[in-house]
């Protein structure tokens, strides 16, 4: 992640032009803190009091809050502060059916009008009838129905609230194929899945909220499942078996110790009893294990919600999976090499030092980074301060050296900067603003960042053809300068629910959707212009194999966070996305410790993407405020800074040792797409059967024969390795060992336990 100036403090003119100073927003930022400025609950029921929060971020007075229930006249309500800027209203609670709308004034400024209607739960347990309808067959309960067809092989559950009609049942068993069985009936437990007898999923309940006429807005639904594995959800940095926690199913930027949170959920997962399920649609999908089987989702129109479930051993539910989500997209030779980057690197010095060092050193590299390319204001022009004498040169000997060259990009028409805008930027801004180019709010104006990363700015509509033609005619110069790929960061900034889209998405399923436009606008357009290049992403959604590569977004540069990354690209892969790395002993904080780099560098090199990468050197939570500190993670600046040649010595064998991995890698990121499964692969993918790879969270294979066991733990001097059944070859020493059982591997910092498999197929 690249941090710019402050996004969103200074503006155009007299600083406030554009920006929203008085902030609401009712469903709140992000799942893992309150935001201080959105409404509590916010659906709530009948009966529960209801609290509003607001901030205001300019001297404006105290805001009041002006309430209308069913039409009456307005009354106000004052607010509570303790700073001064922080504001909470307390509304009361409310009675079912009534019409709620609210809105906050101060001095200058004021919100729109919000709305809500207080809510009822209630549980739907037993369907009233069982209908078969040809080749469906319906449940229905008070108010919805859930209807279930087969499609190829795939199991289809529809909640919905269209009328149905077949003929009624007592009940109703189908035979799936994999020794699945589906049983329904009017009991609890109205649905089973069986596989060989044996329950695999029982699905207990629905617990709905409605509004008084009846109209659904969520839909939980409630079940057991019988398993010891759920593996899936996307990318999850807590850990690789979800069996015991979940997913909110939300895109959400935090930067490091992601914990529970993700840049980068799909709503699919599957377990060792042979089940997989996918949530379709864009509307977020929480997902909760610890108590059985929870499937939440908010709701909109006559459709509820829709899963197809998969049946099979787990190689062959993800593969299924995929080929329900997109075609997997075949990444260029050149990516599985080595990447360089550093967010220091702003200028020609820069690049020359690294191609010198490169050089020196004999470090074979393949691409190159660059963040801080631009002008930090458009971010498509080069920044013209003279730190880029010729960029068209700085192309070619970047080129000329060896190196592929990928650009940072952002989806932003940035608001604010220190310093007056260049005329560039203004000239965009009104452009896009008169066309509707960006991402609007209900009320039709430009919807502006919330909150956080590049608050205030525009966010740019990559549903809208015109748009996207518009904002790439300013890009392509870069790619008839050389530029083979894209960074494309952040994506995770679409907050309201009612914000909308051109294409009629809202921000509750576009706020998930949204990065993937994003991302796979920049990949057609290198596809379009005949560019074998490459995406760079974080956040991403359902459909991620289809636009590669990803990377696990900032760490900081700790022992736990290495684990945490290993766990990120197993999860990832367990998802569904096929090419994941990471930044090499973290991206922020303390450089790190050799052990720590080095014990990185070694995962890097058998992870299908290997790169260094280090925050800006003003640092976010760097403590040394030396000037001009050089905190970049390349090998040459670590073995400086930490007074350990070793650093240099050790990473630039690693570097040599991924260019003769190289051709392996590339045949297997071929295999990877035809077979449609991970580069990064969790052991359960390839032994099934095996119950120690099954539980394994520190190991992978990397294709089809390298066996990887990374050292995650500061201070080992190795590890113990599960070796499944078969041969195998100790990559660094040659040694032929027999599988089915556990060995201690001794690695010095200069080894990774690696294991060969030896075929005997031919």
Not at 18 to 23: C, H, I, N, S, T
Not at 384 to 409: M, N
């Amino acid at each position: 992640m690249y941090l710019a100036a402050d996004a969103g403090r200074a503006g155009f003119g007299d600083g406030k032009e554009g920006a929203v100073m008085l902030k609401h927003l009712p469903e709140g930022l992000v799942p893992f803190e309150d935001c201080g400025f959105a409404r509590h609950p916010f659906a709530p029921l009948a009966g529960e009091p209801v609290r509003v929060d607001c901030r205001v971020d300019a001297d404006d007075g105290r805001p009041v809050l002006r309430l209308c229930v069913d039409g009456e006249p307005e009354r106000e309500i004052a607010s509570e502060s303790e700073d001064g800027r922080r504001y909470h209203f307390l509304l009361g609670a409310f009675v079912l059916g009534q019409k709620v709308r609210y809105r906050i004034v101060t001095r200058k400024e004021e919100s729109p009008v919000y709305a809500f209607e207080p809510l009822r739960e209630r549980q739907a347990v037993r369907p009233r009838a069982i209908l078969e309808d040809g080749n469906r067959l319906h449940a229905v309960f008070d108010g919805f129905s859930v209807t279930f067809s087969q499609e190829d092989g795939a199991l289809c559950m529809e909640a919905h609230t269209r009328p149905v009609r077949g003929m009624p049942r007592e009940a109703a068993e189908w035979p799936l194929g994999e020794h699945f069985c589906l049983s329904l009936g009017k009991q609890v437990s109205f649905c089973q899945l069986k596989r060989l007898s044996k329950p695999v999923l029982s699905m207990d309940r629905y617990v709905l909220r409605e509004t008084a006429k009846g109209r659904i807005t969520s839909l939980r639904l409630e079940g057991q499942l019988p398993c010891r594995y759920v593996w899936g959800t996307g990318e999850r940095f807590d850990r690789v078996n979800q069996r015991v926690g979940g997913s909110n199913g939300r895109v959400v930027e935090k930067f490091t110790q992601q914990g529970d949170q993700t840049y980068l959920p799909i709503p699919f997962f599957m377990t060792e009893t042979g089940l997989g399920w996918y949530g379709e649609g864009d509307i977020p999908v929480e997902l909760r294990f610890a108590d059985g089987l929870s499937v939440t989702r908010q709701t909109q129109g006559e459709t509820l919600g829709r899963d197809r479930l998969f049946f099979g051993a787990p190689a062959r539910l993800l593969r299924r999976f995929i080929e329900c989500t997109g075609e997997p997209a075949l990444p260029p030779e050149w990516a599985f090499g080595l990447w360089i980057s550093a967010n220091g690197w702003n200028c020609d010095r820069e690049v020359e030092a690294q191609l010198a060092a490169l050089k020196e050193h004999g470090c074979p590299a393949d691409v190159m980074v660059l963040e801080a390319w631009s002008d930090e204001q458009t971010f498509y022009r080069w920044n013209g301060d003279g730190s880029w004498k010729d960029p068209a040169e700085t192309v070619r000997r970047i080129r000329e050296s060896g190196l592929h060259l990928v650009l940072w990009q952002i989806p932003v028409i940035k608001y604010g900067w220190n310093g007056a805008p260049c005329e560039a930027l203004q000239a965009d801004e009104r452009e896009a603003i008169e066309k509707g180019y960006c991402v609007k709010n209900a009320d039709g104006t430009p919807y502006r960042i919330t909150e956080n990363w590049f608050h205030n700015s525009l966010l740019m509509d990559f549903t809208n053809p015109d748009a996207v033609r518009w904002w790439f005619d300013r890009r392509k110069y870069l790619l008839d300068m050389g530029v083979e790929g894209f960074k494309t960061d952040g994506g995770e900034f679409l907050f309201p629910q009612d914000a909308r889209l051109y294409d009629g998405t809202d921000g509750l399923g576009g706020h998930n959707r949204y990065p993937a436009r994003y991302v796979g606008a920049y990949h057609d357009f290198l596809r379009a212009n005949g560019v074998a290049g490459v995406t760079f992403s974080r956040a991403d959604f359902t459909g991620a194999q289809t636009r590669p590569l990803h990377w696990a977004g900032d760490q900081l540069s700790l022992w736990p966070e290495l684990k945490a990354q290993l766990s990120a690209g197993l999860s990832a892969g367990l998802s569904g996305v096929l090419f994941w790395g990471f930044d090499i002993g973290g991206f922020a904080g303390e450089l790190p410790t050799a052990e720590l780099y080095l014990r990185a560098t070694a995962m890097a090199c058998f992870c299908p993407v290997m790169q260094w990468h280090a925050e800006p050197r003003s640092g976010q939570f760097y403590a040394t405020h030396e000037d001009g500190f050089n905190n970049d993670r390349s090998p040459w600046n670590l073995a400086e800074k930490l007074n350990a040649p070793e650093v240099l010595e050790v990473a630039v064998r690693y570097a040599r040792l991924r260019r003769r991995l190289r051709p392996y890698l590339a045949r297997e990121a071929a295999n990877c797409v035809s077979a449609r499964r991970p580069m990064m692969a969790h052991l359960c993918l390839d032994f099934p059967d095996d119950e120690r790879a099954l539980a394994c969270e520190d190991e992978y294979m990397l294709g089809r024969d390298l066996l990887v066991a990374p050292i995650v733990e500061a201070g080992a001097k190795g590890r113990a390795v599960w070796l499944p059944a078969g041969t195998w070859r100790d990559f660094f020493t040659g040694e032929t060992l027999t599988g089915g059982r556990e060995r201690y591997a001794e690695c010095p910092l200069a080894r990774i336990p690696v294991y060969e498999r030896v075929r005997t197929d031919g």
